[in-house]
C-alpha cells in the first residue's frame, strides 16, 4: 500500500487544473524576464500534413504565447528533404530570438528523425531528446528533462505520493516515456521494472506496482484486473477509437473503482507535458 489511504473510488490526478497553475507561475517568469530584456523564444517545426500534430502544433505555440513568449512555427511539406530541414535547424540554432526548439514527430519517413533531433543544439532541445540531455539523465545529473516523464512525476509529487521503496511499473520503452521516465522514478528511490511488447506476465507484474504507468499506445490494454488496489495508476496513453472518442491506455471506468489514484484522459498527462514544454523554454531562457 501507499502511504496515504486511498478513498473507496480513485482520485483524480487532475492535470488540467495543475497545469494551468504551472503555467500562470511561469508567466510571472517571463514577465521578470523580459524586465531584463530577455523574451524566452519557441521555434516549432513541423513536416507533413498529419492532422493530430497540428493540433498539438497549435497547442503548443497558443500555451508560449499565451505565457508571454515569442514563438513560431516552421511548416514543411511531407515531401521536404532531409538537408532543407537540417539547414533550418542550424539557423535556429543560431537566432539569439530562439531559445528552444521543437521538431513535431513523427517526421516524413524520407527524413531520419534521430539525425535531425541530433542537429538541435543541446541547450536548445525543449524535448530533451538530444543523447548529451538523455545522457545527463541517466547519469542522474538532468539538464532538460523530456515533456511527458517530467509531466508524471510533477503530478506524482502533487498528489503527495511517496515513491521511495515502492514498486513502479512502466508500459512502454521509448526513448520519448518510458526510458526516462523510468531513470526519474529511480532517482526518487522507486524499484522499477519496464515490460514492453516482449514481456511476459504482464497481468501479474503490472498487479505488483504501488505506481503503474501505460504508455504504449494501446487503448485500454490496462483493465482491473492488472491494478493493484489503492495503486496509482497514470495513463499516458492517447488512442482515437471508431467513434471518434478519445481512450487512453487505460479502462478509465473500471480502473477506478480498483485504483488510489488515476489520470483521466483527456486532461491527465496531456495538459502537464505542455507545461512542462513551457518551463523547459523559460528555464533555457533564464540560462542567458
Known amino acids: ?26 508567466k510571472q517568469k517571463v514577465d521578470a524576464l523580459v524586465q531584463r530584456g530577455v523574451r524566452p523564444g519557441l521555434a516549432v517545426v513541423l513536416a507533413g500534413d498529419d492532422a493530430a500534430s497540428r493540433v498539438y502544433v497549435k497547442n503548443k505555440t497558443l500555451g508560449a504565447t499565451e505565457t508571454g513568449m515569442h514563438s513560431e512555427q516552421h511548416l514543411f511539406p511531407k515531401d521536404v528533404a532531409e538537408p532543407e530541414l537540417l539547414a533550418k535547424i542550424a539557423e535556429l540554432n543560431a537566432d539569439p530570438r530562439v531559445h528552444s526548439i521543437l521538431v513535431q514527430l513523427p517526421l516524413p519517413p524520407q527524413v531520419d528523425s534521430a539525425r535531425v533531433l541530433e542537429a538541435i543544439a543541446p541547450s536548445k532541445d525543449v524535448d530533451g531528446f538530444h543523447e548529451v540531455n538523455l545522457g545527463a539523465l541517466l547519469a542522474g545529473r538532468p539538464r532538460v528533462v523530456p515533456c511527458t516523464p517530467a509531466g508524471v512525476m510533477r503530478l506524482i509529487e502533487h498528489a503527495g505520493i511517496a515513491l521511495a521503496g515502492r514498486k513502479a511499473v512502466v508500459i512502454g520503452r521509448s526513448n520519448i516515456v518510458g526510458k526516462p521516465l523510468a531513470h526519474l522514478l529511480l532517482q526518487k528511490d522507486a524499484t522499477v521494472t519496464i515490460c514492453h511488447s516482449k514481456s511476459s506476465d504482464l497481468r501479474e507484474i503490472a498487479r505488483a506496482a504501488d505506481v503503474l504507468v501505460a504508455a504504449v499506445g494501446r487503448a485500454k490494454l490496462v483493465g482491473a484486473d492488472m491494478v493493484k488496489p489503492g495503486a496509482c495508476v497514470i495513463d499516458v496513453g492517447v488512442n482515437r477509437l471508431p467513434d471518434g472518442k ?19 484522459v483527456p486532461g491527465g498527462v496531456g495538459p502537464m507535458t505542455i507545461a512542462m514544454l513551457l518551463e523547459n523554454c523559460v528555464r533555457a531562457a533564464s540560462r542567458e
Open 1 to 26: 500500500m501507499l502511504d496515504c489511504a486511498p478513498p473507496m473510488a480513485a482520485q483524480l490526478l487532475d492535470g488540467k487544473t495543475l497545469a494551468a497553475k504551472i503555467r500562470a507561475s511561469l
Open 246 to 264: 478519445l481512450a487512453g491506455d487505460v479502462d478509465f471506468a473500471a480502473v477506478k473503482e480498483i485504483a488510489g489514484w488515476i489520470t483521466p
